[in-house]
């Protein structure tokens, strides 16, 4: 992108800025990027996300010049550009991952043949002191050329621009150790030696290219997420011309302070103000909100709720792009892509291990040449503490573990997107809830009938009658508790009002009406005095016949099971729980009493970005469970989002977890799997650390023969691949504190 291009008045005066970052490969280059844009003065808050492929950048100063960040950028290797469409992002992504899954065809191919010349040689000491040894081994490393050139070409390149960047992590570390060990095997065959390591160089390439499908996959998530919240909003509306006709025009062409009508049954496509109709609306893709909200000239309406009752005319208040689940989009761009801390722990492991590695290897090198005088032995020993220093283990802790523990998740039903999630989940110290959708199921039921002449069967019979055929939320949960064979008492039709309905017989001798009960005091109907509209948190219905009140339908949103003994697991476990949602207090305060929450753990009437607020003032990690578009905000936001069964499209991929099969009990499933996996993936990064320092200090002695490393480097592995093959049997897990050791 050309900042020439750029409104730079408008973007000062924000005093922020939002793009997309093109060409990074990996969490590294992210890290790259994000320490180059904190450097430029007058930049107070940097954050790139690998897994948004965006940048957020914000200043202090009008008189910034945001020209600097895309020079800076663009001088480290990668592009800066506007954010890009959904469509387009996925598009790269794919590409990005097809060229990966071709360097891991070559690097699987070629490497096999390379490995298997070199577990020749290791095995059988006597062909290798031989001249066919000898043969194999140049064999294998002639295999291994396609592997360490064109496979780990991105590697070389990260690991360039991150030491270029000053933060050298595990892309440098891992092209020091590949062409260590290269190098090594190289030297050996040149001197007529069989003593080669290429195995180690190909095998790490092939690892690490797998995590990085895995990063991809994330990067595919988070754009798949902006994605499915643009498709719950209609792309095209019914704009009125001004003979009072309509036409059908893309939401895109739509200017402000033109009107559009919206039919019963259709979703919104702007945010804007209704001028004419009343009728009843779904917000929950604001609020999550279960219950319809009136609404008359003069109710603002959002994109993405759906109309629900009769037609009405809206004014288009704010542009496309600029509508609130526009925002939200972007706001899930600058959220999402956490870094997992495990994984972090690993990156600074490797910055301190480069300089190290290299000091040690120059050490080496003196030492062995003050010592013999022997060149040839000197390098020979400096290469050994390269070869060494190889990551192997350290690589492979986090991504072993973690795709062990996918796999076993997937079989009960429940997805881990990324580590990062994972980790957060299995260290959660407090846990919120949305209301609508998760704890509860979503779905009015009907809950208790209220009459003094009526049966429950009686009077849900009348009711139905008056609400058969309609969608409509309550209507539905009318229909669900009826007798569908005894609905009708004859031929008639219905009309629907914003707040009721009225069935009429066809002879206009008897009438069935259904609705709020003010609506029908507006009616005629005559009201008892103690009636009352319900109980804290229910819906009443009421229901009257040829203008004589029947009784009252109260219907309320059940629990889900499990939700409960979930919400009893995690408290007793040391899990601090709330609940954040947009519905009403009343609603949200039976919730919450149900599942033992006091009234402070309840932030009821949250708008997306209030939930937000919450997550980030809550104590770290921080999980948010939801299944709304409404809550896909808090869910990139949370250290950890988990979609309940039955989530909408844009909570399910936002969140890096996702309950398929299970309902509510696989949350404390994945809880318990999550910690059973961070305690082995600690594990495996310990032993790792602990061998790495441990044969760097014999190898720069010269007291471990490059063979021996190159073995114990084996070894190591292998002992990561087993003790994460632990994880395929995921026993149930006993409770314990938060802090205490997880079940292994």
Known sequence: MNADQLDLASIRRARRLVVTIEGMWCAGCAMAVERIIQRIPGVSFASTSFAGGSALVTWE??????????????????????????????????EQSRKVWVRLAVALFFGMWSMLGSIMLYVDPVIAQSAAGWWIAVAAVISAIPVLTYSAWAFYLAGWRTLKAGVPG??????????????????????????????TATMLVTFLLCGRLIELHARRRNSAAVNALRQAVPETVRRLRSDGTSEEIRAADLEVGESVQIRAGERIAVDGTVLDGESEVDRAIVSGEARPLAIAPGAVVEAGSINLSCQITVRADVAYG??????????????SGAKS????????????LVPTAVGLSAVAFAYGYGTTGD????????????????????????????????????????????????????????????KTGTLTSGKLEVEEVISERFSRHRLLRFAAQAEAGIAHPIADAINRA??????????GHT??????SIWRAADAADNVMVGAVSWLREQGVGIPAEVSEGNPGATPVGVARNGEWLGLILLRDALRPGAIQAADTLRNAGVKLALATGDHADAASVVASAIGLQPNRVYAGCLPEDKVTHVNNAEKPVVFVGDGVNDALALAAADCGIAVQGASAPAVATAGVVIADGGFTGVTSAWHLSRRTLQIVRQNLV???????????????GAVPPVAAAIAMLVSSLSVVANSARLTHSPVARVAPVGAPAHG
């Open 61 to 94: 100063n009008d008189d910034f010049d945001p020209r600097r960040i895309f020079e800076r950028v663009a001088k480290l290797g990668y592009r800066v550009s506007p954010l890009i469409e959904v469509d387009q992002m996925e598009q790269r992504i794919d």
């Open 170 to 199: 595990m892309d440098a570390l891992i092209s020091f150790g590949v062409l260590a060990a290269t190098g090594l095997s190289v030297w050996q065959v040149a001197r007529g030696s069989a003593d080669i390591y290429i195995d």
């Open 322 to 335: 600029d509508r609130f689940v526009d925002r939200i989009g972007v706001r899930m761009l600058e959220l």
């Open 482 to 491: 009826a007798d569908a064979a005894t609905q009708t008492d004859g031929p």
């Open 375 to 434: 060149v040839a032995e000197a390098a020979l020993r400096a290469l050994s503490v390269l070869v060494a220093a190889c990551p192997c283990a350290v690589g492979l802790a986090l991504p072993l573990a973690y795709a062990t523990a996918t796999g076993t998740a997937a079989r009960q039903g429940i997805m881990f997107r990324d580590p990062a999630s994972m980790e957060a989940l299995a260290g959660a110290r407090e846990m919120l809830f949305d």
């Open 341 to 352: 801390t495990v994984a972090l722990q690993a990156e600074r492991f490797a910055r301190w």
């Open 687 to 701: 032993f790792s650390v602990i061998y790495n320092a441990a044969i760097l200090s014999f190898a720069a002695t």
């Open 495 to 500: 009309t629907r009002y914003a707040r009721g």
